[in-house]
């Protein structure tokens, strides 16, 4: 079965500290892609990554890093110096069977306290 | 902005009644995917179209249907309203091809109330 596990609901954290989101997925596809997204109260869900199963190179995008092991089956996301404009839902989602099917995670609520 | 419209933003129906969403993809978008979030959880794979057919479908019942248009807007078409079938409908456009996925980038949404 195809599925994405985000197992952390609810992360807080003062202004300025490092957090880490994590997604763990299953998949029995040798080819699928793997994204971020954040959405904030306003709603709208904004594109953060896209990843290839074929590239495990990790990102680093300004204050947003992604770390991809197949190993584990694990895609994290690491804020770095978190502000609190970075307070949203975050969801990690798989794209799977050549792109004819989703699934997103349940997601994780991240406060960022002043 | 993501250049992906969405109407109505929000609506109310009753049970039993049928309800048309809208959407329109951002320029030179191809693929358009449907999915519904109930509140507190993550997005639920409706379908996906691709130049006008579908070629992806989640766990929704058949009176979840779709449409793409020649200009690659599209419609999501809930038949038989139930009250679980209240939630925000995100739609999502993206540049792809048969084998490949493109960034999806969502509208904002419409929140539809069954009472």
């Known amino acids: 079965a195809q599925k994405v596990t985000q197992a952390q609901t609810e992360i807080s954290v003062v202004e300025k500290e490092d957090v880490t989101l994590d997604c763990v997925y299953e998949?029995?596809?040798?080819?699928?892609?793997l994204f971020w997204y954040k959405q904030p109260p306003s709603g709208e869900l904004v594109f953060l990554i896209r990843?290839?199963?074929?590239?495990?190179q990790n990102e680093i995008s300004g204050r947003y890093s992604w770390n991809f092991q197949k190993s584990t089956s694990s895609f994290n996301f690491t804020i770095t110096a978190s502000q609190v404009v970075d307070s949203a839902v975050y969801f990690c989602?798989?794209?799977?069977?050549?792109?004819?099917?989703?699934?997103f995670g349940p997601g994780t609520r991240l406060s960022v306290l002043p | 902005e993501t250049g992906v419209t969405q109407s109505p933003t929000h609506l109310i129906k009753t049970r039993g009644q049928q309800v048309t969403l809208r959407c329109s993809s951002q320029?030179?978008?191809?693929?358009v995917s449907w999915y519904q979030q109930a509140l507190g959880q993550g997005p639920q794979f409706i379908f996906q179209?691709?130049?006008?057919?579908?070629?992806g479908r989640g766990n929704f019942p058949p009176r979840f249907s779709g449409l793409q248009f020649p200009n690659y807007s599209s419609e999501l078409n809930v038949n038989a309203l139930e009250l679980d079938d209240s939630a925000l409908y995100l739609c999502?456009?993206?540049?792809?091809?048969?084998?490949?996925?493109?960034?999806?980038?969502f509208g904002e949404g419409s929140r539809l109330t069954v009472l």
């Open positions: 999502a456009s993206s540049l792809g091809s048969l084998l490949a996925v493109g960034e999806l980038f």
């Open positions: 998949t029995r596809d040798t080819t699928y892609y």
């Open positions: 990843r290839n199963s074929f590239d495990e």
């Open positions: 989602a798989l794209s799977y069977n050549y792109g004819q099917n989703f699934v």
């Open positions: 320029s030179g978008h191809n693929t």
């Open positions: 179209y691709y130049r006008e057919e579908e070629n």
